[in-house]
């Protein structure tokens, strides 16, 4: 973990409400793996810095990118950033994904979406076969398409509307249409109830499972203890023992 006055690159609208944030930090975009996140100060906007995922990390370029979905002071903040300013940045944090795997399936969620492009391209540059399905509400709000298409990747897209791919959830995506092997390992990020869903999906499958957690946090940094979340071996922090954890760790039936 460091600390790093960042410069903002570029501010990017995704859609109404999504934004794409680059930074430059040569420190940080160095140490950061795939599913760990960041605590960006909001500048006295908010109280508490905004713990947002990242969505890529480039130590040759030295940057990060943030995606994020602007729903309140905090985020909207951090979309009014103009390209020079600056932004206070701790990170990286929590203990990212176990990339240990022969091929994964990765599936996002909204805005669970943007850890799985960094995830992408690290697995695929240990050479691991990779694909990617997403769901969101409407053909609008799905994540980084142009992006997964860059790391070679076109993602099987389902909707709750049905207005493009599969009509439903990533489930139903992944019931009619996702094709794996037996060893696939599954990862996914998006809402606690796709979460849930997925953990019974990969249970009857006989798959592992392994998901990105968010949960509201204080410090982000393992001291508040205000992010527990209940597990087999008891209750731990997303923010330190998580963000990433195995499915079949966590108790989803006392959760939500
Ligand atoms: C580890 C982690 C990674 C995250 N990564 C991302 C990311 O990559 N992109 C992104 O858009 N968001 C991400 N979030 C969520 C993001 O931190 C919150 O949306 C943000 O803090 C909201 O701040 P705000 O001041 O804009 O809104 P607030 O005024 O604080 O909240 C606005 C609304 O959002 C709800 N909310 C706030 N925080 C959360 C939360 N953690 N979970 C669910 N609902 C919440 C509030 O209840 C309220 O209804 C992540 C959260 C965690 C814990
Ligand atoms: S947010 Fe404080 S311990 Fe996790």
Known sequence: MDRETTVVLENLALNSDHRMLVVEAPRLSALARPGQFAELATSGATLLRKPISIAMADKEKGTLV?????IGKGT???GSLEPSSELDIIGPLGNGFDTNCGSALLIGGGVGTPPLL?????LRKEGKKVSVVLGARGKGDLLLLDEFAK?????????DNGSFGVRGTVVTALEEKASFDAGTKLYACGPWPMLKALAAFSESKGLELEVLLEAYMGCGMGVCVGCTVPTTEGMKRVCKEGPA???KEILWNKIR
Not at 118 to 122: A, E, F, I, P, V
Not at 153 to 158: F, M, N, R, S
């Open 66 to 70: 943030f995606v994020f979905r602007m």
């Open 76 to 78: 909207e903040y951090l």
């Open 118 to 122: 960094y995830l992408t391209s690290r």
């Open 151 to 159: 790391l070679g990747i076109e993602p099987l897209c389902a909707t």
């Open 245 to 247: 954890f195995d499915a």
